[in-house]
Nanobody, 125 residues
Framework: QVQLVESGGGLVQAGGSLRLSCAAS????????VGWFRQGPGEEREFVAGISWTGTSTSLADSVKGRFTISRENAKNTVYLQMYSLKPEDTALYYC????WGLGRTKNRYEYGYWGQGTQVTVSS
């Protein structure tokens, strides 16, 4: 079992930056791959970024490549999503999710068994 709590969201102007954190409880967090997803108003939840349980493999959605990075610190049971050059279309509720022994490439939300409650990111133009 793992419980996830996101933080770091907020209101930022276009072109600005934010770093989201996904803090996990449980001693076995290092054996979970983690994905970040987002859901805008009236939209489907979409994959944003993923990182493997080892931290050595990452993947990013095409829409955020070159602007977002994902990393993890297993000693702190935390995964980060660093977001640069934010655009109004990045506005969404951002969720982190965990997959046992995940490789960070799973874009199917139904493959993740554990979810946080989300943190809101709003980018103004």
């Amino acid at each position: 079992q793992v419980q996830l709590v996101e933080s770091g969201g907020g209101l930022v102007q276009a072109g600005g930056s934010l770093r989201l954190s996904c803090a996990a409880s449980g001693r076995t967090f290092s054996s979970y791959g983690v994905g970040w997803f987002r859901q805008g108003p009236g939209e489907e939840r979409e994959f944003v970024a993923g990182i493997s349980w080892t931290g050595t493999s990452t993947s990013l959605a095409d829409s955020v490549k070159g602007r977002f990075t994902i990393s993890r610190e297993n000693a702190k049971n935390t995964v980060y999503l660093q977001m640069y050059s934010l655009k109004p279309e990045d506005t969404a509720l951002y969720y982190c999710a965990a997959e046992p022994w995940g490789l960070g490439r799973t874009k199917n939300r139904y493959e993740y068994g554990y979810w946080g409650q989300g943190t809101q990111v709003t980018v103004s133009s």
